[in-house]
Nanobody, 119 residues
């Protein structure tokens, strides 16, 4: 399984950004992030058909996860960005049927894309 995340960049506080993750197949997929000096944390995940999504409380109502299976691509639309959203964002995939919050539940990881939110 190959995953490639892209779309990161520098954005001002309150701004928006959309991340994309191209996958080589159809899997349950998720977004995680890791800020400097902190552990990797869950952001959002989506079932293989898009029918179920879960979010971290810190991003709920600001971020939206979605996918286009025809393009084998997952997205993370981020609005109302805050400086504390600054991190490297990783996409991940798992072969099993349910979206999960723990990084250890995901077997495959992309290389990450940096999101920096300036105050």
């Amino acid at each position: 399984v190959q995953l490639q995340a892209f779309g990161g960049g520098l954005v001002q506080s309150g701004g928006s950004l959309r991340l994309s993750c191209a996958a080589s197949g159809l899997y349950v997929m998720g977004w995680f992030r890791q800020a400097p000096g902190k552990e990797r944390e869950f952001v959002a995940a989506i079932s293989w058909n898009g029918g179920r999504t879960i979010y971290a409380d810190s991003v709920k109502d600001r971020f939206t996860i979605s996918r286009d299976n025809a393009l084998k691509t997952m997205y993370l639309q981020m609005h109302s960005l805050k400086p504390e959203d600054t991190a490297i964002y990783y996409c991940a995939a798992r072969r099993y049927s349910t979206p999960e919050r723990l990084p250890d539940e995901y077997e495959y990881w992309g290389q990450g894309t940096l999101v920096t939110v300036s105050s």
